[in-house]
């Protein structure tokens, strides 16, 4: 018995050099310092980029990426985790116990995993209640401009 392999053979996604538009001119340039302090308050915003790229972008009219981040948001996505992770512990649980229910026959043992899962249920309410809570004043921070 013999096995064949196949090998497959591909390229990167590389446009072709003459597809591809060589960046071969240099221009070198001076500008004030307020100019060259608010192109370097950009770059911060945009750990990926390089002085070179973003003249570019600009001289090309292209769009210029800028990441801010909401440092008064880090508690309220910490607490949204949190409750997530709570939620979703309180949902296994009662995925377990409607297992448990579903396995046996029995009319006794139905009602006390009924009354398990529903005491489960009812814990789920006040999480509930606290993320419609947190969610109401994100709202309200992000919607009322």
């Known amino acids: 018995m013999t096995y064949k392999r196949a090998v497959k053979s591909f390229t ?6 003459r ?12 500008v004030e310092e307020e100019k060259y302090k608010e192109l370097v ?3 911060s915003k945009n750990p990926n980029e390089k002085m070179s790229g ?14 801010t981040r909401d440092l008064t948001l880090d508690n309220t996505m910490e607490e949204l985790a949190k409750l997530r ?13 409607t297992r448990l229910f579903n396995t046996y026959p ?8 009924a009354k398990i ?13 606290q993320l419609l809570n947190i969610i109401s004043k994100l709202s309200k921070k992000w919607l009322s401009a």
Do not use: C, S
């Open 54 to 67: 973003l003249v570019r972008k600009i001289l090309y009219n292209r769009p210029v990426t800028i990441y």
């Open 106 to 113: 029995e009319e006794r043992r139905k009602q006390f995993f």
């Open 85 to 97: 992770a709570e939620i979703r512990a309180i949902g296994v649980n009662i995925n377990q116990i």
């Open 19 to 30: 597809e591809k538009k060589l960046l071969n001119r240099k221009l070198t340039t001076k």
């Open 41 to 43: 308050a950009i770059l």
């Open 117 to 129: 899962a529903f005491a489960e249920y009812l814990k789920i309410e006040p999480k509930i209640d």
């Open 12 to 17: 990167m996604g590389r446009k072709n050099d």
